[in-house]
């Protein structure tokens, strides 16, 4: 019995010591401007971050917009400034939701803080 216990617990710490997936102590920050058609700031807007919600397309860029789960949302300021911070996903892509001009492909996070941190919204 005592051998069987061990080597669950080997079996438990070699899972842990290689699977790749990110955990709950990760996050994921966005952060910018939205403004809006003229290019004013867009106060009161409700900015969305969104991931993949599993499956076979957790790790594509597209095809996910039917399973998506929402890592955060805010309401713009008085300056159009935004700012979402929540607990990382098991993927690299992310679906943010700014209204029309949103991205239809996920995107990296690396991308959230450089290609959308000014948005257009309606």
């Not at 867009?42 to 860029?61: E, H, R, T, Y």
């Amino acid at each position: 019995m005592k051998a069987v216990r061990i080597l669950f617990l080997l079996g438990v710490v070699f899972l842990n010591t290689t699977c790749s997936k990110k955990t709950t102590d990760q996050f994921v920050t966005w952060q910018g401007y939205a403004v809006d058609q003229s290019g004013q700031p867009a106060v009161g807007k409700v900015i969305i971050l969104n991931a993949c919600g599993g499956g076979s397309a957790d790790k594509q860029p597209y095809g996910c917009p039917y399973n998506l789960f929402e890592i955060g949302r805010c309401t713009t300021d008085a300056t159009g400034h935004f700012y979402i911070h929540g607990n990382a996903a098991n993927n690299p892509y992310y679906y943010p939701d700014f209204g029309p001009m949103s991205p239809i492909d996920g995107v990296s996070e690396s991308d959230l803080s450089t290609k959308y941190n000014k948005v257009q919204v309606n």
